[in-house]
């Protein structure tokens, strides 16, 4: 890389390639052969847009021929099950999967959810500017190809022509369906359909052998009009013609009768919207620097939409495209200079190009469209406020639809959810489906998507897809809107209140509100969610590993390593993180107020759940034994209003809450009522002209009560009252040995606890309860001896140390720590669900009691009989996992050097070591498990004066998993006070010139609880 690049940017390549289609590809590929830097930046989730985002999978043989021998494929690896080469249909997965590989193998920098929003070219070459999930990026670069079918880069240049101006256009969509009739269709009933329609044509073509599939193919003409949001449009409409299509040839087609539509495609098929002029060396150069790889090229209509629907000339465009830009980068980059930048710019010694600006103005901006922000944008235009929805995927309703998880799993089905479960129903009988909607009825994603859309579209809500925050607008410290990122334009909106929707906080996080990080002691979150489709309308729901959303590469690592761990038919779009980033409002909710059926003032929503974490637990109740039964929880207003930022609401898994409260609110059921109570204070604050704090509690709550989100109960409720020295006497002779704690979660689906628990009770009592506590564990005939100890231990107190090493002896007698022996509900592969076995959940207790001689004693027994293994690692019932944390979680909390020698054991062991990791692609999840316990152990090693557990966390700051990564850099930054940040070469150097290194005990405090 020459000097002349060198400055401040996020990443420096000799050519970046933007746009992730089959010509996009073959250009990365052929500029990396020819030794060049590369980058690719996609604003999908996927690979090979021209048939993988518009489900053109039936090719033409020649074509599918020509395009395999270009990457070297075979060409029945790319084929569906059933069809013939003569008549091939292709695989999603299996082009995803494959042109992804082509980028591997030649190691191409890719980049997911990034998209272009502007660049400048001055003597330095060209910086770019990015903008995704992870917020901006920038990078330094001599070439830049446009490869997208949008024309991004296009869109940026003075030449840039949008055709068409007066005349209609061919638009054309694919929809998936299965069981289908075998054997074609008749043609006149498709023809018929067509012309009641409207449509050009209806195409029926076979799918494979699986379940009767097929895909349909219909055109229309549309009117073109110079309207930057055209596409938008035409999309919803789009939606609209392909649901009355399927029903009316379910209707009058017999081999139609029992089909499924299952799917339709993200986006439509049109030619490209807009050309930009070629210069003198080539159609496909717009100046020097920057190539048009794609049908945007100075071509004329014809060649241009026909480049666009032929894959193979698009990758030999592409080649081409890609040799010319390395061959310009490497030879000759003092071309960009100031001569360079005036062919754009006759005044200055640099130039710039950003995508063109529209100014709109709204009452409520909701960003984003899931399973919250759809309900928010619906609820907010129904209360007669003008409302603006944005949503970074092709359809609303987020991890419910586009993510794959397609039914409810407990919640409430009252007031806006069962608004949106009446129409999912009303939409299944229209379709030909059943659909009970009682308990966890799975619903036809392409009907919630539907439904969603008919109820914004009815309510009025202006709905902009695939979009992409870029900033939030402020006023002082108040936001008044958002610049938003549309495929090929830019949207600043104006508000009276905004609502982030987006699930992670992203808007709020832009507007400077203060956030934790999943779990607060090491930013551990519950595993993300990427559906696969085993089968064609076949989802698999999955849990399997972490992703940093904030972090450019590390969304795209999971997503790679998420594609290949279910191989199938394919993959959903949407990449569903269970758990994110906690923005810290007014009240931060956590599983001790949940424990305790704390009553809110401010209530606006009340969730229904098990404690359904889907990861490891950091809250002393799961680790003590007390797993929360089914309760019925209360969300304060307070919550949804981030610190230190006014002018926006958050709503979704992103509202203020530790990592353990939120397991039990995060049902989609209770998240949709969340969003509407999101856009019901969001349009009062609008028409009040307030901000969203000052919107009255009692109008929000009547309203709430109004539209069944909220019981009338609570408008008339009295305070609850602190116990009495009588009444706690009362609640401790309801503690109960023979009562296990973990057994409250053993609970049928919709039963519900509505009582209060008596250890919740005493442990959150103040300190008159431990004389009561301790005059149980000096009775040996108290049947509530052990129960009084964990509790006494919670509260920190030693006197209950004999019992709690009493009862664990009965596991320590055996030559190995026992497995878990109770069955506990809906556990999956460890750890879930703060399942583990009688002696883990005893050991985590002991540590809360600040007795070092008793806990090293016990910890040096149990390592010597743990005898790690892989499987009883991967084991749901041995409960490794567990044990290693608790004996760590011991050593760490109390710090004490004559842990280390038992520390040293576990660290040294294969199972627990050298776990760090470069491998982009790691489709075995408990290989990240491992490696976390690498880290625990470690920070344990450190907390009890031993360098080692240093040395190891700052080894995991060069790891590829960028959650392990914030782990280790805020266990060192708590430990050392250093601010080194994540530079491993740093803290490996200042950890070298200690001489010696002190315990440092960690203190659990409140959030933990």
Request: net charge negative; with cysteine; glycine share 8%.
């Amino acid at each position: 890389m020459s000097e002349g690049l060198l400055g401040l940017a996020d990443y420096r390549v000799d050519v970046l390639v933007l746009g992730g289609g089959f010509g996009g590809v073959a250009a990365a590929r052929s500029a990396a052969q020819a030794g060049a830097s590369v980058m690719l930046a996609e604003m999908r989730t996927y690979l090979g847009e021209e048939l993988t985002a518009t489900y053109q999978y039936a090719i033409d043989p020649d074509k599918l021929q020509e395009i395999a021998a270009f990457f070297n494929w075979g060409q029945r690896e790319l084929m569906m099950e059933g069809t013939t080469e003569s008549l091939p249909v292709l695989t999603p997965d299996s082009i995803k999967l494959k042109l992804e590989d082509v980028l591997l193998e030649q190691k191409v920098k890719l980049l997911y959810n990034a998209r272009m929003v502007e660049w400048t070219l001055d003597r330095n070459g060209y910086l770019v500017t990015l903008t995704g999930k992870f917020g901006t990026k920038t990078v330094r670069t001599y070439q830049l190809i446009d490869a997208s079918s949008e024309g991004v880069v296009a869109a940026t240049l003075p030449q840039a022509e949008l055709r068409y101006r007066d005349r209609n256009v061919r638009v054309e969509r694919m929809i998936s369906l299965r069981k289908v009739e075998t054997g074609a269709p008749d043609e006149s009933s498709l023809r018929e359909a067509a012309a009641r329609l409207g449509l050009k044509q209806v195409q029926a073509i076979p799918a494979g052998s699986e379940q009767g599939h097929m895909l349909l193919r219909f055109s229309w003409e549309e009117p073109y009009a110079q309207d930057p949001f055209w596409t938008n449009q035409t999309e919803i409409k789009a939606r609209t013609i392909s649901m009355d299509l399927f029903r009316l040839l379910k209707a009058t087609e017999h081999k139609f009768k029992n089909a499924e539509l299952i799917n339709g495609a993200h986006e439509l098929t049109a030619a490209p919207r807009r050309r930009t002029q070629g210069c003198d060396v080539s159609p496909y150069m717009a100046m020097p620097g920057i190539w048009i790889a794609s049908g945007n090229a100075d071509l004329e209509d014809e060649a241009s939409a026909e480049l666009q629907r032929n894959v193979a000339a698009l990758a030999r465009l592409g080649h081409e495209t890609g040799e010319h830009a390395a061959k310009a980068a490497q030879e000759n980059p003092s071309q960009l200079t100031a001569a360079t930048a005036v062919t754009v710019s006759h005044h200055s010694d640099s130039a710039c190009g950003t995508l063109p600006t529209i100014h709109l103005t709204t009452d409520v901006l909701v960003i984003g469209g899931g399973t919250s922000g759809a309900s928010a944008a619906i609820a907010s235009a129904e209360q007669g406020t003008s409302t603006m929805l944005f949503e970074m995927n092709s359809g609303l309703g987020g991890t419910g639809t586009v993510g794959g998880v397609d039914s409810y799993w407990f919640g409430r089905r009252v007031g806006f959810t069962a608004r949106v479960a009446s129409q999912v129903r009303e939409e299944h009988e229209s379709m030909g489906l059943k659909w009970q909607g009682a308990t966890a009825e799975k619903w036809n994603i392409e009907a919630k998507m539907f439904a969603l859309l008919k109820m914004a579209v009815e309510a009025g809500v202006r709905i902009f897809w695939r979009s992409m925050l870029v900033s939030v607008l402020k006023e002082g410290g108040r936001v008044i809107g958002a610049r938003i990122a549309l495929p090929d334009c830019l949207v600043e909106v104006r508000a009276s209140c905004v609502i982030d929707a987006t699930g992670d906080g992203d808007a709020a996080v832009l507007a400077g509100a203060p956030y934790l990080y999943g779990s607060e002691r090491d930013s551990i979150t519950m595993w993300y969610s990427k559906v696969p489709q085993v089968k064609p309308g076949l989802y698999k729901n999955n849990f399997t590993s972490t992703v940093d959303v904030g972090d450019a590469e590390d969304y795209t690592r999971a997503i790679l390593t998420a594609r290949r761990r279910f191989i199938g038919y394919d993959h959903c779009a949407y990449i569903a993180p269970r758990e994110s980033r906690h923005i810290v409002g007014e009240v931060l909710l956590s599983l001790s107020d949940q424990l305790a059926l704390r009553e809110w003032p401010d209530v606006v929503n009340i969730c229904f759940s098990n404690y359904d974490i889907k990861g490891h637990s950091c809250s002393d109740w799961i680790r003590m034994g007390l797993l929360p039964p089914n309760l019925e929880i209360e969300i304060p207003y307070r919550a949804l209003l981030p610190n230190g930022v006014d002018g926006l609401l958050v709503v979704g898994k992103a509202i203020s809450g530790t990592h353990d409260a939120l397991p039990a609110i995060r049902m989609q059921a209770d998240l949709e009522n969340l969003g509407a109570v999101g856009g019901i204070a969001a349009s009062l604050a609008a028409r009040l002209s307030v901000p969203p704090r000052e919107v009255p509690l009692h109008l929000l709550q009547q309203e709430l009560v109004r539209v069944n989100i909220l019981p009338e109960t609570i408008l008339s409720r009295a305070p609850r009252q602190i116990e009495t020295i009588e009444q706690l006497e009362d609640w401790v002779s309801k503690l109960d040995d023979q009562e296990r704690l973990y057994e409250f979660a053993n609970m049928g689906y919709e039963d519900v606890y509505r009582e209060r628990i008596p250890m919740a009770v005493v442990c959150m009592a103040d300190s008159r309860v431990i004389p009561l506590l301790r005059r149980e564990t000096d009775n040996p005939g108290s049947p509530r001896r052990l129960t009084a100890a964990k509790a006494l231990a919670w509260h920190g107190d030693p006197a209950g140390i004999p019992v709690l090493l009493e009862e664990m002896e009965r596991f320590l007698q055996f030559d190995e720590l026992p497995g878990r022996d109770t069955s506990i509900k809906y556990v999956t592969a460890p750890p879930d669900h703060g399942a583990m076995p009688e002696l883990a959940y005893l050991l985590y207790t002991l540590a809360m009691t600040n007795d070092c001689r008793a806990a090293v004693d016990v910890a040096n027994r149990a390592v010597k009989k743990l005898n790690p293994t892989w499987e009883k690692f991967t084991d749901p019932k041995h409960g490794l996992f567990y044990y290693v944390d608790s004996l760590c979680h011991m050593a760490e909390r109390l710090g004490h050097p004559d842990f280390i020698p038992s520390l040293k054991v576990l660290q040294q062991d294969p199972l627990f070591s050298g776990r760090t990791s470069n491998v982009l692609l790691q489709p075995d999840f408990f290989e990240e498990r491992a490696a976390y316990l690498e880290l625990v152990i470690a920070r344990a090693l450190a907390r009890c004066g031993d360098k080692d557990g240093l040395r190891t966390l700052a080894e995991y700051l060069g790891d590829v998993r960028k959650i392990l990564v914030r782990h280790a850099h805020q266990e060192l930054s708590a430990l050392t006070g250093k601010a080194f940040g994540q530079d491993g070469m740093l803290w490996e150097k200042w950890i070298g010139s200690l001489d010696a290194w002190q315990p440092c005990p960690w203190k659990a405090d409140a959030i933990h609880r």
